[in-house]
Nanobody
Framework: QLQLVESGGGLVQPGGSLRLSCVAS????????IAWFRQAPGKEREGVSCISRSGRSTNYVDSVKGRFTISRDNAKNMVYLQMNSLKPEDTAVYYC?????????????????WGKGTLVTVSS
């Protein structure tokens, strides 16, 4: 079964950190760029970050620049999202998705596999 599985979400206080992980099952991430999306309650899903197949190209939505870092370990078939200085507005379900091409993109229509998400709650 081809799937992506996210982990690492949880409850954290404002200013805290979390590292999300995304692992692929049934296929290799080697050929694909990977993106992280999030969807907060009552809001539309938005792209947060992406990384190219090689890892040399990354991109971030403005609201997380300087706080979040995306990385990948192709040998482990995993992608990570390190989230620092978390704010209450970062509260959302976070999803990883594989991109149809090897480049970095946060356009939903360029994704093919999606994970089921992991919940991040930032609250005191």
């Amino acid at each position: 079964q081809l799937q992506l599985v996210e982990s690492g979400g949880g409850l954290v206080q404002p200013g805290g950190s979390l590292r999300l992980s995304c692992v692929a099952s049934g296929f290799s991430l080697d050929y694909y760029g990977i993106a992280w999306f999030r969807q907060a309650p009552g809001k539309e899903r938005e792209g947060v970050s992406c990384i190219s197949r090689s890892g040399r190209s990354t991109n971030y939505v403005d609201s997380v620049k300087g706080r979040f870092t995306i990385s990948r370990d192709n040998a482990k078939n995993m992608v990570y999202l390190q989230m620092n200085s978390l704010k209450p507005e970062d509260t959302a379900v976070y999803y990883c998705a594989s991109i149809l091409r090897p480049y970095c993109s946060m356009a939903s229509d360029q994704m093919h596999y999606w994970g089921k998400g992991t919940l991040v709650t930032v609250s005191s």
